[in-house]
């Protein structure tokens, strides 16, 4: 198998490897690709880092005035489908 076609095949597993779904025959291969090939190891460092920081993000809370505006945006954006309908 050519470097290009393991390249590809990280691309089109990535998300499995990333959330644990694939076979360990799989993983391991795409562990050891990445041992060898920066260029995808670089790829699977940083969407771990973009997957944690979302994480983070997903934890804090909103402020109360953030939270207002979002609730009457809403209530506007309904009111004018029912004005609309």
Do not use: W
């Given at each position: 198998?050519?470097?290009?076609?393991?390249c590809?095949t990280?691309?089109d597993?990535i998300s499995?490897?990333?959330?644990?779904?694939?076979a360990?025959t799989?993983?391991e291969?795409?562990?050891?690709?990445?041992?060898?090939c920066?260029t995808?190891?670089?790829l699977?460092?940083g969407?771990r880092?973009?997957i944690g920081?979302?994480?983070?993000?997903?934890s804090v809370?909103?402020?109360?005035a953030v939270?207002?505006r979002?609730r009457?945006g809403?209530?506007?954006?309904?009111d004018?489908?029912?004005e609309?309908?």
């Open positions: 198998m050519s470097a290009a076609s393991d590809k990280i691309l597993n499995a490897y990333l959330d644990g779904e694939l360990s799989a993983y291969a795409i562990e050891r690709h990445c041992q060898a920066p995808c190891a670089a699977v460092s969407l880092d973009t920081l979302c994480r983070e993000a997903a809370p909103l402020p109360d939270r207002q979002a009457d809403v209530r506007r954006l309904l004018r489908n029912v609309k309908g």
